[in-house]
């Protein structure tokens, strides 16, 4: 433990006054000043990736990426339009999107004969294609996945990243598979996947199976992970569909089996949007801004340095011998040489979320000492320059693992379970995600459902897809059987 063995001052708790109250505010400034997401563009809901941002997306991308590839799956990319007739084969999906689509009516001056739709997702398009490329058992599964824009006409509120109309890192992956069973247990591994994924990004969640009528257009079960906003709302942040043969059968997709008979495929998918970088946002930041987890910052480390009258060349000297060590030990790291105070460089970085800070100065080169500030914690710890190195990898490794227990303390004191409908409405307005049992009837809940914003996430499950027992053996609302361990919360 180099770490330990050196000295550390304790900060103090982190500033998150501003980021609870006024969240709101607090993430549309973020978004704006730390360069990641512009929605100042002329058009509701559609925004600009700037530098930034794009470059945490495509960290978190990755992570994901390399998860579906190594768990066989092929990206690949579809046209976004869609020819009507493709967009209406099923009518389920149809009703579900068409108050909400883009349509493309006009080529140039001549109205087209055949309209388009924007893609609001990519169901129909590639199970049109699927019914092409398959035909036999040999040709299954086929697993694809593609990261792309896709447009849906909010009519309500939006909110950059929450709730747009261009859609613009929209991640969908789509299969087909022989048998009820292959799909089925594909469902739970797209469950592990994005149960790993968001724990390799520190977002804790919980995963309901969604209530009937809260399903995915078309699909027969829906499970969607939420996670929770500072303000305690809850928000969706990723959904597996089992979608059984409904598209197979209405699309036509079938092949002929080992037993030479002909089937309809099985078939699932799962998506996740922008709001998993709203989630690393909101989750591991404070007032000052982004704090990001080493694992997906773009500069984990910057280097301020701290002139005194007479030392200035000796003190950028150190840094940029400092600066030469950690990129070559494979760090991303900054040298911050502007004509900026510290303070204000302080700001910047802090705002941009940068795991640990540098600052030499005189006395630190004077007493062969190195100090690290952590952006999470604002803890500022002493090392040997010697050792400065081992004492990065060892500190970022300790951040990491510290962010991502701190975001799921915080989430786990938000969850509470109610004993009546008494405590589920006071349990709401205090910001929790409320789980209680319940039969399973809506009308059960009807009266909760209409609080405003609150919303039945559904029953919860674990990463099996196996419900989670309830805790009474009456349902609270009727006192019928409970079935399930129900979370409510308010919500996006
Ligand atoms: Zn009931």
């Not at 906003?229 to 036509?252: C, D, E, S, W």
């Not at 089937?263 to 404070?286: E, L």
């Not at 705002?351 to 100090?371: F, N, S």
Request: net charge positive; proline share 4%; glycine share 6%.
């Amino acid at each position: 433990m180099l770490i330990a063995s050196e000295k550390r001052i304790k900060v103090g708790t982190r500033p998150r006054e501003r980021w609870r109250k006024e969240f709101g505010e607090w993430y549309n400034d973020v978004l704006i000043k730390a360069e990641i997401y512009d929605h100042r563009y002329p058009a509701k809901g559609m925004g600009v990736w700037r530098g930034y941002g794009k470059k945490i997306a495509n960290r978190v991308y990755g992570i994901l990426k390399k998860m579906l590839n190594e768990n066989g799956y092929e990206e690949v990319q579809f046209p976004a339009l869609i020819p009507e007739k493709i967009f209406r084969i099923e009518s389920e999906h149809v009703r579900g999107f068409e108050a909400e689509v883009f349509w493309v009516t006009r080529g140039g001056l001549t109205e087209l004969e055949e309209k388009y739709v924007l893609r609001p997702t990519s169901e129909t398009p590639m199970y049109y294609m699927f019914r092409i490329w398959i035909n036999s058992y040999r040709d299954l599964p086929v697993k694809i996945y593609q990261i792309v824009n896709v447009w849906r006409y909010e009519t309500k509120w939006t909110r950059p990243l929450f709730r747009e109309r261009e859609i613009s890192v929209f991640f969908e992956a789509h299969g087909a598979f022989a048998s009820k069973e292959e799909n089925e247990n594909e469902v739970k591994l797209a469950t592990k996947i994005y149960a790993t994924f968001f724990r390799k990004l520190g977002i804790p969640f919980i995963i309901t199976e969604r209530p009937e009528w809260d399903k995915f257009p078309g699909a027969e079960k829906t499970y969607a992970f939420d996670t929770l906003m500072p303000n305690g709302r809850a928000l969706q942040i990723g959904t597996v569909h089992n979608l059984g043969q409904r598209f197979a059968k209405a699309f036509g997709i079938k092949f002929q089996d080992k037993d030479l008979k002909i089937k309809y495929v099985w078939q699932n998918c799962f998506g996740v949007s922008g709001r998993v970088v709203t989630s690393i946002i909101a989750i591991h930041g404070d007032d000052h801004g982004l704090a990001l987890l080493p694992s997906i910052a773009p500069i984990q480390i910057v280097i301020v340095p701290i002139p005194y009258k007479g030392f200035e060349q000796a003190v950028i000297q150190k840094c940029r011998e400092v600066y030469e060590r950690l990129k070559n030990a494979g760090f991303s790291v900054v040298l911050d040489e502007s004509d900026e105070t510290p303070g204000e460089k302080f700001y910047k970085w802090e705002l941009r979320g940068v795991p640990l800070r540098i600052e030499i100065g005189p006395t630190d080169i004077k007493e062969k000492e190195i100090t690290i500030t952590r952006r999470d914690t604002f803890e500022r710890i002493r090392v040997n320059e010697e050792k400065i190195v081992d004492a990065i990898r060892e500190l970022m490794n300790k951040v990491e693992e510290e962010m991502k227990k701190a975001a799921w303390d915080w989430f786990n004191s938000k969850l509470e379970i109610a004993n009546s409908k008494e405590e589920v409405g006071k349990l709401l307005e205090e910001g929790y995600i409320v789980l209680t049992s319940w039969c399973g009837d809506e009308k059960c809940v009807e009266d909760i459902t209409e609080l405003p914003g609150v919303k039945i996430l559904g029953a919860l499950v674990d990463e099996n897809l196996e419900y989670i027992k309830p805790k009474h053996g009456k349902c609270i609302f009727c006192e019928r059987k409970a079935k399930y361990l129900v979370a409510i919360a308010k919500s996006y």
